[in-house]
T-cell receptor
Framework: GAVVSQHPSWVICKSGTSVKIECRSL??????MFWYRQFPKQSLMLMAT?????????EQGVEKDKFLINHASLTLSTLTVTSAHPEDSSFYIC?????????????FGPGTRLLVL | QKEVEQDPGPLSVPEGAIVSLNCTYS??????FMWYRQYSRKGPELLMY????GNKEDGRFTAQVDKSSKYISLFIRDSQPSDSATYLC???????????????FGQGTILTVHP
């Protein structure tokens, strides 16, 4: 149980284009999903917290107009990197927290590697 | 000072060794403690989850939390080459606190178990 999927697993795009990444909880409902980015040999950096049916909460320093987050259902959240530039190249990982149960653990997706040329 | 400190290693041990991984933290509001394992180019995988102080065992893994010392540990017995990965500690606060729901991660410890 507690499986989270991400699509695509990797993407290469030209500078200036937009890229959408999907995050799905496959076998549980997730009221809250989180988006992280991770640079090589570094820990995860939280970008935003996404709650189903409401606006995402962004961490300090993260541009909400550049990283659009939509959490349309209890099993799906999307991250759109708008007008991507080479500095946006990174490993993007989503996580989901189950709506029910005592756990506060987050279950992570496999990640999406973005390369902007 | 970071809220969570974790020695990044790298740590190299022979197969069969007992591995000890540790994190210290400064925020006394943390109540939920987790250990994740991350293989290269993959998302983190939840290994252990504990609430408040105490020990928890799951197979070859044992997690310990000492809230009085703000110190958590993960022990891996009979380590295997397949345990080679980065191990991340993570923590979260209780309901009503500013850290509730969010995870604060350690830097991660790179572990290599060689045959």
């Amino acid at each position: 149980g507690a499986v989270v999927s991400q699509h695509p697993s990797w993407v290469i795009c030209k500078s200036g284009t937009s890229v959408k990444i999907e995050c799905r909880s496959l076998d549980f409902q997730a009221t809250t999903m989180f988006w992280y980015r991770q640079f090589p040999k570094q820990s995860l950096m939280l970008m935003a917290t996404s709650n189903e049916g409401s606006k995402a909460t962004y961490e300090q320093g993260v541009e909400k107009d550049k990283f659009l987050i939509n959490h349309a259902s209890l099993t799906l959240s999307t991250l759109t990197v708008t007008s991507a530039h080479p500095e946006d190249s990174s490993f993007y990982i989503c996580s989901a927290r189950a709506s029910r149960g005592p756990t506060r653990a987050q279950y992570f997706g496999p990640g999406t590697r973005l390369l902007v040329l | 000072q970071k809220e969570v400190e974790q020695d990044p290693g790298p740590l190299s041990v022979p197969e069969g060794a007992i591995v000890s991984l540790n994190c210290t933290y400064s925020n006394s509001a943390f109540q939920y403690f987790m250990w994740y394992r991350q293989y290269s180019r993959k998302g983190p995988e939840l290994l252990m989850y504990t609430y408040s102080s105490g020990n928890k065992e799951d197979g070859r893994f044992t997690a310990q939390v000492d809230k009085s010392s703000k110190y958590i540990s993960l022990f891996i017995r009979d380590s295997q080459p397949s345990d080679s990965a980065t191990y991340l500690c993570a923590m979260s606060g209780g309901a009503g606190g500013t850290s509730y729901g969010k995870l604060t991660f350690g830097q991660g410890t790179i572990l290599t178990v060689h045959p």
